[in-house]
């Protein structure tokens, strides 16, 4: 079965970085669409950013370009999600996400495409 570990939330201030690394087991981690989600207190799980067709291209949403950054180590088995810059409204239970299908920039967005989640972790940002 595939499994999922989401760690490296915590707290930080406003304008501080971190960086979130999720350990895929079991399957070919290789072949796996990689995606990251967020859910903020009263919200629904929205996109963050992906890794499609094969790792070889990304895709993040609107309101993390120029300050996130996804990436893979297919020889540790694990998908990073660098946040730098970070503001309160990142505040959020982060969740990596696993399709072992090839998925479109379309519906990579789409949490109903992945079927395999993390526990997820808490990323606060305080101002």
């Known amino acids: 079965q595939v499994q999922l570990a989401e760690t490296g939330g915590g707290l930080v201030q406003a304008g501080g970085s971190l960086r979130l690394s999720c350990a895929v087991s079991?399957?070919?981690?290789?072949?796996?669409?990689m995606g990251w989600f967020r859910q903020a207190p009263g919200n629904e799980r929205a996109f963050v950013a992906a890794?499609?067709?094969?790792?070889?291209?990304?895709y993040y949403a609107d309101s993390v370009k120029g300050r996130f950054t996804i990436s893979r180590d297919n020889a540790k088995n694990t998908v990073y999600l660098q946040m730098n810059s970070l503001i309160p409204e990142d505040t959020a239970v982060y969740y990596c996400?696993?399709?072992?299908?090839?998925?479109?920039?379309?519906?990579?967005?789409?949490?109903?495409?992945?079927?395999?989640w993390g526990q997820g972790t808490q990323v606060t940002v305080s101002s």
């Open positions: 079991g399957g070919t981690f290789s072949s796996y669409t």
């Open positions: 996400a696993a399709s072992t299908k090839p998925l479109s920039t379309y519906h990579s967005g789409s949490y109903s495409s992945y079927a395999y």
């Open positions: 890794l499609i067709w094969g790792g070889y291209s990304f």
